[in-house]
Structure formats: structure tokens, C-alpha cells
């Protein structure tokens, strides 16, 4: 059973950083594409971030550019979530989810993964 396993999530003030991590086990995770969602209370999961496996290519939302960088350590198993210049708005659940190699040519929608974490909590206070 693939695991991912998320940390790094807390309580920080508005225009602060916090740095998520995601480790991987029981997969291959070097040809795993690999993303960042978020969910807020009452809202649908939305993307954040995705990484893919030859860590080439980045995508972001919109809401997160310049603020948020996806990056990973195939070595290490890990994926992580740099997060700065944080916002109220930006309070959420954040799961780490991968994708198996074919299992979609996609990389913002939920579906586009077939394996998740559990969630760290992120809030920002204003």
C-alpha cells in the first residue's frame, strides 16, 4: 500500500513561511508525478502545485505564483511545498497527492492522482 505522508503544516502569521514536506514510501516515487492541493472549509479541493517525475516542469494556481515553489528529492522520497509571503486565504488542508506513470496527461484536477495523503493543516492568522 502506497503511503504519503505530509508535515510541516502549522499556525503563522500573515506574511510568513512555512515549508510542507510529503514522504513517500512503498512506490517508486522517481516516476511518480507528484502535487500539492489544498481544501478549505466548505470549498472544493483545489490544486496548488505540481512537480513531474523528471522534475522539469512546475505548474502553479494562480493564486500561489510567485509565492509557493514545488520541489522534490527523488533520493529522499520527498516532495516539498515552500510556501512565503503567506495569506488568511491561503488557510486550507494541504495533501500531497502522486500519480502513477500514465495514469492521466494531467495535473490540476484531483482525479489526475490516484494516491494521497492524510493532510497537515496550514493557518494563516491575519
Known amino acids: 500500500q502506497v503511503q504519503l505522508v505530509e508535515s510541516g503544516g502549522g499556525l503563522v502569521q500573515a506574511g510568513g513561511s512555512l515549508r510542507l514536506s510529503c514522504a513517500a514510501s512503498?512506490?517508486?516515487?522517481?516516476?511518480?508525478?507528484m502535487g500539492w492541493f489544498r481544501q478549505a472549509p466548505g470549498k472544493e479541493r483545489e490544486f496548488v502545485a505540481a512537480?513531474?517525475?523528471?522534475?522539469?516542469?512546475?505548474y502553479y494556481a494562480d493564486s500561489v505564483k510567485g509565492r509557493f515553489t514545488i520541489s522534490r528529492d527523488n533520493a529522499k522520497n520527498t516532495v516539498y511545498l515552500q510556501m512565503n509571503s503567506l495569506k488568511p486565504d491561503d488557510t486550507a488542508v494541504y495533501y500531497c497527492?502522486?500519480?502513477?506513470?500514465?495514469?492521466?496527461?494531467?495535473?490540476?484536477?484531483?482525479?489526475?492522482?490516484?494516491?494521497w495523503g492524510q493532510g497537515t493543516q496550514v493557518t494563516v492568522s491575519s
Open positions: 512537480i513531474n517525475r523528471n522534475d522539469v516542469s512546475t
Open positions: 512503498r512506490i517508486i516515487f522517481s516516476i511518480n508525478d
Open positions: 497527492a502522486a500519480a502513477d506513470p500514465g495514469h492521466s496527461y494531467y495535473y490540476t484536477r484531483p482525479y489526475d492522482y490516484n494516491y
